[in-house]
């Protein structure tokens, strides 16, 4: 940690406003190889919480070895679980979120920018924006998070930054800020102009670390300085001065608002592999991104917003991981803190939500993740991720306060992709499966459904990969063998309207109808013709794409 007992001591008498206030909570989303490990790595070097970069490619290699099911995830070199890491520096505490890579997680990703207040899009300068990174966005959009851009890999070979500010622009409808430019890419990457201060950082053509440190970068200079010469020739200063006069009369000037209110994005530029760039994207990210605002809830039936300096303590679980230390059967809910001051020890209520009744959990071993390690949390505030340990009785969604009769809106399931029957291979085990799979669904792996007729297990997913994930946590965790086998639907949708109206439909199509875990009625379809047939001749009922926990 960077901070000194002076300085702790210091923010230990803030309010709990001025406390949200200095949280900065924030998550990368990139398409894979962009290169988000290794600027989640250089940010934690930048803000001090590791001394040396491969710290936290270790730490994962060490958790995936002792963890079975991420076998899956080693073999195949992604991401699978999300996880949060916080680190004290500048006098903000930094919240970083990790989201998985692969797509077959969008669900988990989606969840996880819930408790994000800005994103950072990592693009790879040799290749702009991705499909991956697209998909991202647009969840970023729905949600109104604001969004940097760190355009990364600039010690290779790049697209024209010109051209890569045009594809921001036309493909996500975002306008681009520059706030640097850089002085050409590649082999010939000299290093990039600071915009706004008209100074140049120059680019080491060897080493590569923080700022001050040996192998640092050199400082910054001005940019109409002489010093400047000895590391641009002039062709190539005044190529800098002639670019960066375009970019100033062809792009709008950075407004911090339309920043917050998701319509442009300051753009930087760096090198995440060799810590170049990445001083000055954590300052904007210190400075740009806003700490953590007012949560739209329910209280006591009635719509409110939750503030963040509030006095009580509130917030949702947006993640629940199992086996993050396989000597314990645990399951760890990330519980995002809207507002108060959480002290530990603290009993937090879930409302009842008709099939789960109110809850009341007693916080005594939350859990703060720093880079190398995990901390017992004393207190945390509004921004916040704390781990709540505990067996099964938190969900994906839940809600807690002190008062226990609040709850946040806005953790849909989406509806699946994919619908497999699962069946254990032994059939004496089947009450088992069941347990099983609503625990799992519970967590938010996948999503399972009961048909009305019949004895079935379906279960649904976004995609092929998190069957196999599914399939290896039960053979490990459970010791169930299962066999997913197709089944008869191809899209299931969350029925919604008046009782007389649903009882009508579902009567007519009791062979496709089913319920999920919160037993809410779900049409089972063979295919999207039929629910479009269906949404026309039954206009009063909804079939709904997305389910928000009651
Ligand atoms: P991801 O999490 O987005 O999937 O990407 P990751 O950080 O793992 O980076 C993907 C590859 O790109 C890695 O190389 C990494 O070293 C490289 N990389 C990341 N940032 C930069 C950069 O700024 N410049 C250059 N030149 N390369 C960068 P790899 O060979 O696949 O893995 P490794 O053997 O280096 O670990």
Redesign the pocket.
Known sequence: MSTSPAAEAATSRLGIAAQAARRRTFAII????????????NLLLAGGAIRAAGQV?ARGENRRTRSDWMKIERERG??VSASVMTFDHAGLMFNLLDTP?HEDFSEDTYRTLTAADAAIM?L?AAKGIEPQTLKLFEVCRLRDIPIITFI?????EAQDPFALLDEIGSKLALDPAPLYWPAGSGGRFKGMLDLTRDKFIPFAKRGGGPAGQEDGHPPAIAFKGNAVVSYLDPDELEELGENAELVSGASKPFDPQAFLEGHMTPVFF?????H?GVDELLAGIGAYCPPPKAVAAVKGGEPAQVQPGASEVTGFVFKVQANMDPNHRDRIAFLKICSGQFTRGMKLKAPNTGKNPLKTISVNAPMMFFASDRELAEDAFAGDVIGIPNHGVLRVGDSLSESGSLRFAGLPNFAPEILQRVRVKDPLKAKHLKKALESLAEEGVTQLFRPTIGSDFIVGAVGQLQFEVMADRLANEYQLEVIFEPSPYGEARWLVGDKADLEDFQSKHRSAMGADIDEQPVYLAKSAWDIGYATERYPRVRFERAKERA
């Open positions: 990139s398409h894979p190889d962009a290169g988000k490990t290794t600027l989640t790595e490619r992604i991401s890579g990592v790879d990364n890999k600039m010690d290779r760096g090198s995440a592999l060799r170049f």
